[in-house]
């Protein structure tokens, strides 16, 4: 059995629960006790006594494989972005090494970066999950199913299958859970979103798919089949409590309130979204509404950076700004988006630090200058911390990032196969 | 003679100007040669072949000791958080000391996070001028100019001359640059602004005001004059080229029109205006019109830190999303705003790299899982990097920062000393 103990000055176990001066004690994947005193057969302690401890950070909506294009292609409206820039930059690179590869950076920027575990969608979705178990970070995997040729499926006529073999392989790992994910409802026909979400209720997991990103999918979805993504997507039955919609940007007040009754989690992408200037999703009315609401970066290519605790500042005062009253997203609300709602949002134990629960802890380091002093640890980590302050991670028990190195990545192999890639792909 | 270089895997020169693979000679306080072969002569190297090398922030708009303020209130109404927070707290706990001990953390805080300048205001601004002598930055301080008592100045009627007092006894320092800082025009009076505007024009120096930042800023403006803040500060002659105005929130077209004819300067404080709901400067309209912008973090009792890197990718995502336009401020003319545009704001040679200018330069850390790959550094800075990635930090020729460490402040013992104050200041 693995026992040690990790220390903090302050130990966030949720938002409003703060503790002063504890020890958390690690036993195999689970928090065992919080307590005053280190027991005496505790020898290996991390964190220390000026260090902010707290869970560790759910990003609910992510790309892992597109760090490496990371700067591609931005400042550009959201059609020339992917018609001129990342759909051909996808058909002339991606294939099961990039994804690899680009997963196993997005990894370790994830973990060095305080995230614990992130839902992801995209192509060679296995590779993802290899990358994911390699660095030992947990994830909710989806292979995107579409309705065209995608690149790691030509026939999309097997679409279906194809996700259900996935699915299959990943079903019984302590780490990697697999999910569904059509890719919306403008690439996927509504035969074929119906079979998606029956899949998901076959195994009992999460079905994701990006909803209301733009006005134009929203007229695009309006001209086609004369309601809006969210009403056809109800209309076949796959608004429920395993859905994580991404996005839902474009929102009438009636939609979320159809949201908040069908139990739907929304994944929020606030930068992703002013990036490429898609709209501010309505947040204080969702939370209002019951709705749950959880955070995600989205892809490298848009955004970009993997770096959750810097969304949060970003999230708290986009709404702030918009709807003109600084008491919207308070640094509480705004820290559980991140933590216990992505928790909820993924049907996972996470999220909050306590006895029992499983042991996804991040240490930030008390000693870096936009942490001194400490008034107010929650405040820190939504307003004035970044993902770089993040010393330490634990992860399902196992310690993954100790002192900001990560003791699962050959970090100098990594930088230097990712170099490989960038000449190729690279415009300068 | 001091002699060293800073090698490049990309060196931004400036914003259009980005070269590989070279090496900055930097010859006592100056950068003397940007070159292909490291000189045989040296033995100084910061930096490597993976990092990107580029001119230090220039934070034009802070109120350094305010640090030690980081977190007391957060998400209230600016009035209540201004009466019922930051006044009372300032009223009790400034005084030389705390200004002397939150500029020493400010100044430690942003040379970290690679700001080689800053424009301060606030009282005891001399306590501001020794921290930042000690810790090698370089600095424009202004003594706070009202028409009340102030808790470095009970008497109002010596303001002026005791503004003058300060500003001689800086005039002749290598890092240090007094400015003339009248508060506001709600809290100066029309002939006090005159006589501040003249101490500047003595002097040749800055005057730098806060400007038209909240609504009810110029209600209470035009309730008294009948005019905008704007209005009146033209009307005695106070916008002129030296004239450096912070926030201008609530400005009209016209307005603008005012501000760039009369070669005015404006500091653009994004997340403090967010995160108080004040509203959103119209930058893109400023640009446009021919107004010089720069960046500033304002204080961290409203930001939370002063870390200008996170501030460049809080500003272009603000203004996309605010004009629905994603190609407004991009990331060359947002990289811009942070450093040549802030050396013009402050009249300083600074802000591009290039041979005899001033050797202020940064060094961010090409391993770092964030700035992996490097498709295009420009885009790295303003979109993927964090304060954190800045690994050496070189001001007036000297190096501050080196492989993360200050080697200018006493880290622990600024720690022990701020966590004393905080003892005394916390809530909790």
């Not at 005053?36 to 991390?46: A, E, G, R």
């Not at 919306?184 to 899949?199: D, G, K, R, W």
């Not at 999460?206 to 999918?217: D, G, N, R, V, Y």
């Amino acid at each position: 059995m693995s026992r040690f103990a990790i220390q903090g000055g302050y130990i966030i176990k949720s938002a409003r629960d703060v503790v002063a001066d504890k020890y958390i004690i690690v036993e195999d994947s689970l928090i065992s006790e919080i307590t005053d005193v280190l027991p005496l057969d505790i020898v290996d302690v991390l964190g220390g006594p000026l260090d902010i401890v707290m869970p560790g950070l759910i990003n609910t909506h992510t790309h892992a494989p597109m760090t490496l294009f990371r700067g591609i292609a931005d400042d550009l409206p959201l059609m020339a972005w992917l018609n001129d820039h990342i759909f051909p930059a996808e058909a002339k690179f991606v294939d099961k090494d990039f994804v690899y590869l680009g997963s196993l950076l997005a990894a370790w920027e994830m973990t060095r970066s305080g995230t614990t575990a992130f839902c992801d969608g995209y192509f060679f979705e296995d590779e993802v999950g290899k990358a994911a178990r390699e660095v030992g970070i947990r994830a909710w995997l989806g292979e995107g199913i579409l309705q065209f040729p995608s690149p790691s499926l030509a026939d999309p006529s097997r679409t279906i299958e194809h996700s259900r073999e996935f699915i299959s392989r990943w079903m019984e790992d302590s780490l990697i859970n697999p999910t569904v994910f059509p890719h919306a409802t403008y690439t996927c026909t509504p035969a074929l979103l119906s079979q998606a979400f029956e899949l998901s209720q076959e195994f009992g997991i999460i079905f994701q798919i990006h909803l209301s990103e733009t006005l134009s999918e929203v007229a695009q979805i309006r001209d086609r089949y004369n309601m809006t993504p969210v009403e056809l997507l109800d209309s076949i039955g796959c608004l429920a409590p395993n859905t994580l919609a991404a996005h839902c940007v474009i929102l009438s007040s009636d939609e979320i309130a159809l949201l908040a009754e069908r139990g739907v989690s929304v994944a929020h992408n606030a930068e992703s979204n002013m990036k490429l200037a898609s709209g501010i999703a309505p947040i204080p009315e969702m939370l209002a509404r019951g709705v749950n609401v959880s955070l995600g970066t989205d892809g490298c290519a848009s955004n970009n950076n993997l770096d959750m605790i810097g969304e949060l500042s970003c999230v708290a005062k986009l709404h702030k700004i918009n709807t003109m009253d600084p008491t919207v997203l308070d640094e509480c609300t705004t820290f559980a988006l991140a933590t216990q709602n992505g928790a909820s949002a993924l049907n996972f134990a996470g999220g909050i630090l306590d006895v029992g629960r499983p042991a996804d802890i991040i240490v930030l380091d008390g000693t870096c200058p936009n942490l001194v002093p400490v008034h107010n640890p929650v405040s820190h980590v939504v307003y004035a911390a970044n993902g770089s302050n993040v010393k330490d991670v634990v992860i399902n028990g196992a310690v993954v990032v100790k002192g900001y190195r990560s003791l699962t990545v050959d970090e100098e192999a990594l930088i230097r196969e990712c170099r490989k890639i960038q000449k190729k792909i690279s415009r300068i």
